[in-house]
């Protein structure tokens, strides 16, 4: 007779489908974090600008020279 086969591993791994698997929940993770993060912003869109950077953007705007009017360019309307 025979000697019975040796038995079949109990997790056979397909180490294609694994990848695929593993690389589709990364991705489901991020669009899932994605989709947080820009439903905060819509909530809440002053929080997503630091203060420092809304500061150094009215610096600038200040630091620029203010335009020519009509009266200070020497022109004369009538």
């Given at each position: 007779?025979?000697?019975?086969?040796?038995?079949?591993?109990?997790?056979?791994v397909?180490?294609?489908?694994?990848?695929?698997?593993?690389?589709?929940?990364?991705?489901?993770?991020?669009?899932?974090?994605?989709?947080?993060?820009?439903?905060?912003?819509?909530?809440?869109?002053?929080?997503?600008?630091?203060?420092?950077?809304?500061?150094?953007?009215?610096?600038?705007?200040?630091a620029?020279?203010?335009?020519?009017?009509l009266?200070?360019?020497?022109?004369?309307?009538?």
């Open positions: 007779m025979d000697s019975p086969a040796l038995p079949v591993a109990r997790l056979d397909d180490v294609d489908l694994g990848f695929a698997l593993f690389f589709f929940f990364l991705l489901c993770f991020f669009l899932l974090v994605t989709i947080i993060r820009c439903a905060q912003m819509v909530l809440d869109p002053y929080s997503a600008i630091s203060v420092t950077t809304y500061q150094e953007e009215q610096m600038e705007d200040d620029l020279p203010l335009p020519a009017t009266s200070n360019a020497g022109i004369h309307t009538q």
